[in-house]
């Protein structure tokens, strides 16, 4: 079975630039969810992806966006990067619950850490 | 709304016990459990559901005060890979796939010493 992947591992943008960050979702995983983890916060949920569709998203500006693919692998884009982006950005996959049971965990990847200059 | 979590730290040593707290603002369907060591992914610990269901690890147990909007982990006989830090993430809706939008809490260091 494979983990959830993220890449790339570290990123260095300059401020106004556009970012993508890669996830794939844990095997047979299809809902794909979206945190970022400022230094020495707790992780802030972006928006999630279910079934190639946005189903959730948290207090973020429009310049965060995202995809999912059919094979659930997900994309968090975000535009005109301002230097509060910098952050870890995580990951998570999950089945969902109307399909899974009790299935409630979500499998984290490592994270991408971003570094806005 | 962040959760608020308590206490920030905890020092331990190994086979003492420890409780963290996690408060929430608002009416709660769930409360999730993950912890995180430095440089490494949450990982899954413990879900409490309203109604009293659980689903997580066997050495770890929890409980969740639906009318107080609180839950509380407990960590018993604590073990030095129990460090990390813990983060509560409590979930107020339930909607069919939309019920993992967890907001986290500022999260609890926890260090257990030999």
């Known amino acids: 079975e494979t983990g959830v992947t993220q890449s790339p591992t570290h990123l260095i943008k300059t401020r106004g630039q556009q970012v993508t960050l890669r996830c794939s979702s844990q095997?047979?995983?299809?809902?794909v969810s979206w945190y970022q983890q400022a230094l020495g916060q707790g992780p802030q949920f972006i928006f999630q992806?279910?079934?190639?569709?946005?189903?959730g998203r948290g207090n973020f500006p429009p310049r965060f966006s995202g995809l999912q693919f059919p094979n659930y692998s997900s994309e968090l884009n975000v535009n005109a990067l301002e230097l509060d982006d910098s952050a870890l950005y995580l990951c998570?996959?999950?089945?969902?619950?109307?399909?899974?049971?009790?299935?409630?965990?979500?499998?984290f990847g490592p994270g991408t850490r971003l570094t806005v200059t | 709304q962040q959760p608020v979590q308590s206490p920030q730290a905890v020092i331990l040593r190994e086979g003492e016990d420890a409780v963290i707290n996690c408060s929430s603002s608002?009416?709660?369907?769930?409360v999730h459990w993950y912890r995180q060591k430095h440089g490494e992914a949450p990982i899954f610990l413990m879900i409490l559901l309203k109604g009293g269901e659980q689903k997580g690890h066997d050495k770890i147990s929890a409980s969740f005060n639906e009318k107080k909007q609180q839950s509380s982990l407990y960590l018993t006989a604590s073990q030095l890979s129990y460090s990390g830090t813990y983060f509560c993430g409590p979930n107020k809706a339930y909607s069919g796939g939309s019920n993992y939008k967890l907001t986290f809490g500022k999260g609890t260091l926890l260090t257990v010493n030999p």
């Open positions: 998570a996959s999950s089945l969902n619950p109307w399909t899974s049971g009790f299935s409630y965990e979500q499998y």
């Open positions: 992806y279910y079934r190639e569709e946005e189903n």
């Open positions: 095997s047979g995983h299809n809902t």
């Open positions: 608002k009416a709660l369907y769930s």
